[in-house]
């Protein structure tokens, strides 16, 4: 393996890890506030369909941008108003959620498009073009130094650099503002927040619409970043792997983003070997696909370190005495 | 004695707090009917009352959770709405809960700061609060590491903490709910000295207990509560624990359980050299030897977290331990096979566990799915194949009609009893079966006067008919009124073993302390 093929598999880890960061940041918002959310799957597919059928329609990406995190932020607000308001069961809406965005997104395609479920191919203005960043190429010539900028680092569109630039925002946001202590709170101990005289509900929706413009992002980038168009559960499963990087991460932006390059890693050697040939033990493709699954139950199970979960995450707040 | 009347300091003219006329229903219950009190500034006031009397609604309503019907509140002289918490803060009102409201992961500091933040960002209002906790700590004497963790300090800790945070609030009320019933005597002691603190600082203090000790320690006035209607303000200097009870309950109460002196019979449970090490690996029971007798209460007396609980969970089959232990001669399994709780009640031991709501009962279940526990194979439950629910629905109403629970209705949920009404149900689960040996832990822990006279009641006559009792109780009152012999815990020993006749509080509190008698 040359150091051009490295490059390039890690150029790929920086592209599919995206989404999962982003969705991962979602759910943190949302989980930390006491809301579970396994919707994020459903989420950013109604995402990545809208943006890609407004892009299409329109011939451009941030109105389609838009229109996937408007998407997304309905499918957040039903969420919320199931298990915020009505005070249901959390992982119910959320699947509900899934299966809403998987048939709805179908349906509609083929009642706009009429071919066979999918979005028409984008191009151009339609699409999130790689940014070249500055000095790129002049410094490409540079040993070591100069593909990693202008290959690795360079020339991902721009929702890639909004992805990892809301990583340490997050952090900021969660540990050193107002905001992030009152909603780690409701996470924890939504009377507590209740009797200092601070709405819970209040904090609890502003959570869930932050996870659904984050979802939103997620979604646009697939269709129209790593991908030129919407096609049927183009997500295939990302929502679900970011959860667990969310688990992986113990609810941690900076370890979020490392649980979800590591998971975008595995998924760009997925993709580049079908099948890994160590010492003539072959390991199958699908083995690399569950890989992100199988490390969530080891944590879950408590071989490294234990992931203690928002205390008050999937409950409910029902005032009491 | 004035309901409603002028009472408590006079230099004051105005009272801190005045309700009149207050009125809450929920549905058909009605929590609160036409309550009028005034508290003057300045002084501790004492709410009295049963469980479910409707004092912690009244004081819900002074913090804005609910809404009264009917009535008025006024503040320092002023009429005052208060629609939520953020107006009862406002209004200078801090309320310190039973449960407390902290996050348990975050600091002190900012447990004290949430919700009262100076502007977006924390790093100021954190110096802020840091300096003011300073000021507060040494005013009032209640030091607390501003960086802790919450999880990581004691519940007397935490509870300071709480009065922390109105204190910043600035409030100039504080209402404190059944402040005392998670602490030892040592932190109520404690707290009751940073009570008067506040009091002398002219702070206003409502006190909420059904503890007539308290009220009769503490408070200057107090005011008594009985099913939603405020039957009596008084001064404490002009009253009395009997009469106090009286009008709590509405009829005499004897204080003390009236009991003949005890006929132990022969040894019923033997325990040698028992140890118990817990799942982190510390040994909480460290060897000790008891023997209770047919006929007679042995009542097992220690500051919480002293080994007592392991003792009683090993007895009960809930956990693992080694050592000796025999019932009726014959041994006992401590672990492995034959040491469950099933077995432990086929060998007819009884277990009214500690914490009722976690092991007792299951909160969400009804009251005759609750009775089942533990005798869920009694035959007589029993048709065929499947369980005979309509048996064991005709058993849990006569238990129920026996035991007087209310509401007399077995098809409601644990959780909608009172405390009270709830450790009845355990208690006639157990005491019904007629056990050689009853275990029973903190059996009146949050239950109210009424309740607590009849438990008490139940458990001599069980001794009367010449069972074994082991009692595990952190109430000293408790220990007195019920055991014929008293054992000392400290720090997994037995310190030592007394008779109620032959000792007083003073002795078994230095025992408790860890100080050991003449040759205990």
């Known amino acids: 393996m040359d150091f051009l093929t490295i490059i390039q598999v890690l150029d790929s880890t920086i592209r599919l890890s995206t989404p999962l960061l982003l969705a991962c940041l979602a759910g943190l918002f949302s989980e930390r506030a006491g809301v579970f959310d396994i919707g994020l799957e459903g989420k950013m597919l109604a995402a990545a369909f809208f943006s890609a059928a407004v892009a299409a329609l329109t011939g451009s990406v941030w109105l389609g941008l838009l229109a996937g995190i408007a998407a997304s932020l309905a499918l957040a607000g039903l969420h919320g108003l199931a298990s915020i308001t009505f005070r249901g069961n959390q992982l119910i809406s959320g699947v509900a959620i899934n299966f809403l965005a998987a048939g709805m997104t179908v349906l509609i395609a083929q009642d706009w498009f009429a071919q066979g479920g999918r979005t028409p191919s984008l191009m151009g203005g339609a699409r999130f073009e790689p940014i070249t960043l500055p000095f790129a190429d002049a410094l490409a010539g540079v040993p070591v130094l100069g593909p990693v900028y202008s290959e690795l680092l360079s020339g991902h569109s721009v929702l890639v650099y909004v992805a990892f630039a809301a990583v340490p925002l997050t952090w900021w946001v969660l540990f050193r503002t107002r905001f992030g202590l009152r909603l780690r709170a409701v996470g924890e101990n939504p009377a507590a927040v209740d009797t200092a005289g601070v709405s819970v509900v209040g904090l609890r929706y502003a959570a869930v619409a932050i996870c659904g413009v984050l979802c939103g992002i997620a979604g646009a980038y697939l269709a129209t970043a790593l991908q030129a168009g919407f096609v049927k559960d183009m997500t295939a499963g990302r929502g679900f792997i970011a959860l667990a990087a969310l688990i992986f991460a113990k609810w941690r932006p900076w370890h979020a983003m490392y649980a979800c390059l590591l998971f975008g890693f595995l998924q760009a050697v997925a993709l580049r070997y079908q099948n890994i040939d160590i010492g003539g033990v072959v390991i199958p493709v699908q083995a690399m696909d569950a890989l992100p699954y199988i490390l969530t139950v080891v944590i879950l199970a408590g071989f490294v370190g234990k992931a203690i979960p928002p205390r008050a995450g999937g409950e409910p707040y029902v005032k009491e005495r | ?520």
């Open chain 2, 1 to 520: 004695m004035t309901a409603g009347g002028d009472t408590g300091r006079r230099d004051g003219a105005v009272p801190a707090i005045e309700l009149r006329g207050i009125s809450k229903a929920f549905g058909p219950v009605q929590a609160n009917r036409d309550i009028s009190i005034r508290v003057m500034p300045g002084t501790i006031h004492g709410i009295i009352g049963e469980n479910g009397a409707g004092k912690s609604t009244l004081m819900s309503i002074l913090y804005g959770f609910y809404r009264a019907d009917k009535g008025e509140i006024f503040i320092s002289g002023r009429k005052t709405d208060i629609p939520d918490s953020q107006a009862a803060i406002a209004a200078g009102i801090g309320m310190v809960f039973q449960h407390f409201k902290l996050v348990e992961n975050f600091t002190v500091l900012e447990n004290i700061v949430l919700g009262a933040e100076d502007g977006r960002l924390l790093k100021p209002s954190l110096a802020k609060a840091r300096a003011t906790l300073l000021d507060l700590a040494a005013e009032y004497g209640l030091n607390v590491d501003p960086d802790a963790l919450i999880q990581d300090i004691g519940v007397g800790k935490q509870q300071r903490v709480e009065i922390l945070k109105a204190l910043y609030r600035q409030a100039d009320i504080l209402i404190l709910d059944e402040p005392t019933g998670v602490l030892t005597p040592a932190e109520a002691d404690q707290l009751f000295r940073i009570l008067h603190r506040l009091r002398e600082e002219g702070k206003t203090i409502i006190l909420i207990t059904h503890k007539l000790r308290e009220i009769m320690d503490t408070t200057d006035t107090v005011s008594v509560m009985r099913r939603g209607e405020m039957t009596a303000t008084v001064r404490t200097s002009e009253t009395s624990p009997e009469q106090l009870a009286e009008l709590m309950v509405g009829r005499k109460v004897l204080l003390r359980v009236e009991k003949a002196p005890a006929a132990p019979g022969k040894p019923v449970l033997e325990i040698e050299n028992l140890r118990v090490i817990d799942e982190k690996g510390v040994e909480r029971v460290k060897g000790i030897d008891l023997t209770v007798r047919a006929g007679e209460i042995l009542g097992i007396a220690g500051v919480a977290g002293n080994g007592q609980s392991e003792l009683l969970e090993v007895l009960g089959g809930m956990r693992a331990g080694t050592g000796t232990v025999r019932l009726n001669g014959a041994p006992l399994a401590l672990s492995g096979a034959g040491s469950d709780g099933q077995a432990r009640r086929a060998r007819h031991i009884a277990h009214v566990p500690e914490d009722r709501q976690r092991e007792g009962l299951i909160m969400e279940f009804h009251a005759w799915e609750n009775v089942a526990f533990g005798y869920h194979r009694d035959p007589a439950y029993r048709r065929g194949l499947l369980m005979d629910n309509h048996a064991l629905r005709r058993d849990t109403e006569a238990k129920i009609a026996k035991f007087d629970v209310r509401p007399a209705d077995c098809w409601l949920s644990a959780k909608n009893f009172s405390g009270g009404n709830q450790q009845k149900i355990v208690v006639a689960r157990e005491i019904e079966r007629n056990p050689d040996l009853l275990l029973v832990g903190q059996p009146t822990r949050g239950v109210d006067i009424g309740a607590i006279e009849f438990i008490h009641k139940q458990i001599v006559a069980l001794r009367d008919q010449g069972k074994a009792i082991l009692l595990v109780s952190v109430e000293l009152e408790e220990i007195f009124s019920l055991a014929d012999r008293i054992a000392v815990m400290f720090d997994g020993h037995v310190m030592g073993e007394r008779l109620p006749g032959e000792t007083d509080e003073t002795e078994l509190g230095l025992l408790m302390a860890g100080v050991s008698g003449e040759a205990a």
